[in-house]
């Protein structure tokens, strides 16, 4: 194996390792073990309210870190070094979940605001070292097969992880809650042991020497206002932004709100988990497909496809939803849409900016990927008024989740004009290049 095709794979085994945590952490075990256990002593609601506000802290301080750390490892190469640090940060915190003991809720959340740091700010540094292993013909799908291997390396360990839960005596565990405890420590060693080869393999390039620490700051706050600058007057980076905010917050209002629409309309937890494991396998496949059809049809059209797709999800398939077949159906179509949406707007994204600035650029784009907090208040709200209009509880609840349509409708007329000035500005610039304006 050649040293490029070992950076490629290396590159894409760091999203096999930490995507574990998104899952098994974020997603699946932490929300309820931390009311459950953690504020097993006071009412649901106060639990809600003290994750809430740990959840804004952790992105506030993501915010702070993506901008700020993005500039400086782009000075002089830094990528690496604080990809290590925050993925150390990561998994120390993740590891530490478990000598939380019972009650101890501010502890818990105090670690789970440093993991939620570690991993967003670890993987603003692993989006950016796409540039470094590839380029703009193989882009689209080295992107995508990082996706791909994301999902499948957490959908294997959360199935384990799920196994440990559901018979724990098997694993030689006690019971539920030390099967959980213990799907931390798998976590942290999942996410540190395949995050080995990226530090190995993964040659990162050197655009420019790091400048005297005494004037670091303020070089970072110099370069930071020339990116937002350069994104502003970019008319074709700034329409794709704001496209990708407006879906990705779609995307993961979806995610998020998934599991609590399902409860809310009487699905089981069983099916439930599986709707979950589901979308991981089949966005696996769907990821790699996107990426290979991106080099026939492009990366925006593909894109575009996705959200059609999650367009008919939104607005047809939550409101016809009836069984758990039903149920089924519309996580894999969520799957099949998902990875390839994710995978090509990285590599789009990454199309569109200087290489040499790519982790200030991509500290931007985690910022808006993160800070994507319409869907939420959509889906609540339309949720509220229909139910004082008289609708049932059950059909506001999907009104309201269906209401997210209309994100994924502006995001993808967005990507089409965003598409549209990228055709007429490569034109002019060829035509500039024929014929070559003379003073």
């Excluded at 008319?235 to 993961?252: H, K, Q, S």
């Excluded at 609708?391 to 993808?412: C, H, I, K, P």
Aim: glycine letters at 8%; one cysteine or more.
């Amino acid at each position: 194996m050649n040293s490029q095709k070992k950076a490629i794979y290396s590159w894409c085994l760091y999203d096999w390792a930490n995507s574990a945590f998104a899952v098994t952490v974020l997603a699946g075990f932490f929300p309820v073990f931390f009311n459950n256990y953690w504020c097993s002593d006071v009412e649901p609601t106060t639990s809600t309210l003290r994750l809430g506000v740990g959840s804004t802290i952790a992105g506030l301080l993501i915010a702070f870190f993506s901008l700020f750390m993005g500039a400086v490892a782009d000075a002089g190469g830094g990528k690496k070094r604080f990809l290590f640090l925050f993925m150390v940060v990561g998994t120390a915190s993740t590891t530490a979940l478990y000598f939380v003991s019972q009650g101890n809720w501010l502890a818990a959340l105090s670690i789970f605001i440093l993991g939620n740091i570690g991993f967003s700010c670890s993987d603003l540094f692993y989006n950016s070292l796409l540039l470094d292993v590839t380029d703009r013909s193989t882009i689209d799908y080295v992107s995508s097969m990082g996706f791909a291997c994301g999902y499948l390396g957490c959908g294997l360990l959360f199935a384990v992880n799920v196994l440990m839960t559901i018979r724990p005596q098997f694993f030689g565990l006690e019971n539920e809650i030390s099967a959980v405890k213990v799907s931390f420590l798998t976590v942290a060693a999942w996410w540190l042991i395949f995050s080995i080869p990226i530090f190995l393999y993964v040659k990162e390039k050197v655009y420019s020497a790091r400048p005297p620490f005494s004037s670091l700051a303020s070089h970072t706050v110099k370069s930071l206002k020339k990116t937002a600058f350069d994104i502003r007057t970019n008319r074709v980076l700034l329409l794709f932004i704001c496209a990708y905010w407006l879906y990705i917050d779609g995307l993961n209002t979806f995610i998020r709100m998934a599991i609590d629409f399902g409860v809310s309309i009487g699905f089981s937890a069983s099916t439930l988990m599986l709707a979950l494991l589901l979308v991981q396998f089949v966005a696996f496949p769907s990821a790699l497909v996107f990426g290979q059809l991106a080099f026939r049809f492009g990366a925006q059209k593909m894109i575009l496809f996705g959200i059609v797709i999650y367009i008919a999800v939104t607005g047809f398939g939550t409101i016809f939803l009836r069984t758990d077949i039903h149920f089924v159906i519309l996580a894999c179509l969520t799957g099949l849409a998902q990875g390839g949406i994710q995978a090509l707007s990285r590599s789009y994204f990454g199309k569109l900016i200087p290489p040499e600035k790519a982790s200030e650029y991509f500290g931007f784009y985690n910022i808006v990927g993160r800070f994507a907090v319409l869907g939420p208040v959509l889906v609540g709200g339309v949720g509220v008024i229909m139910r004082k209009a008289g609708v049932s509880s059950n059909m506001a609840s999907r009104m309201g989740m269906s209401s997210v349509l209309v994100l994924f409708a502006a995001g993808g007329l967005l990507l089409v004009f965003a598409e549209m000035e990228r055709e007429r500005t490569a034109k002019i610039q060829s035509e500039q290049d024929v014929f070559p304006v003379t003073t």
